[in-house]
């Protein structure tokens, strides 16, 4: 298994960035899909953007042309670049790690968008 841990979170203006980032308690090469989930308050979990181990990225409409995923296998760390963010950002960012044989889950780091 491997744990993992969000940090980057936290309260930022209509407009404002914030870069997110989920360190692996071990290497990620193997990790063959890594994503950044959200959760708003009263709606169900969805895929912001995911990655794969090619380096091939998937984000929702909702997301594109304003966050950017990226992944440091030398630092066992996944990064998500939040620009532009509005009031439908907020949530509570999960992010996810899915390797042969089990899936991981990270506690969660919360953004808020307001002004």
């Known amino acids: 298994q491997v744990q993992l841990v969000e940090s980057g979170g936290g309260l930022v203006q209509p407009g404002g960035s914030l870069r997110l980032s989920c360190a692996a308690s071990r290497s990620i090469v193997s990790a063959y899909f890594m994503g950044w989930y959200r959760q708003a308050p009263g709606k169900q979990r969805e895929l912001a953007a995911a990655?794969?181990?090619?380096?091939?990225?998937n984000y929702a409409d909702s997301v594109k042309g304003r966050f950017t995923i990226s992944r440091d296998n030398a630092k066992n760390t996944v990064y998500l670049q939040m620009n532009s963010l509005n009031i439908e950002d907020t949530a509570v960012y999960y992010c996810?790690?899915?390797?042969?044989?089990?899936?991981?889950w990270g506690q969660g780091t919360q953004v808020t968008v307001s002004s």
């Open positions: 990655i794969t181990s090619d380096g091939v990225t």
């Open positions: 996810n790690a899915r390797f042969s044989g089990f899936v991981s």
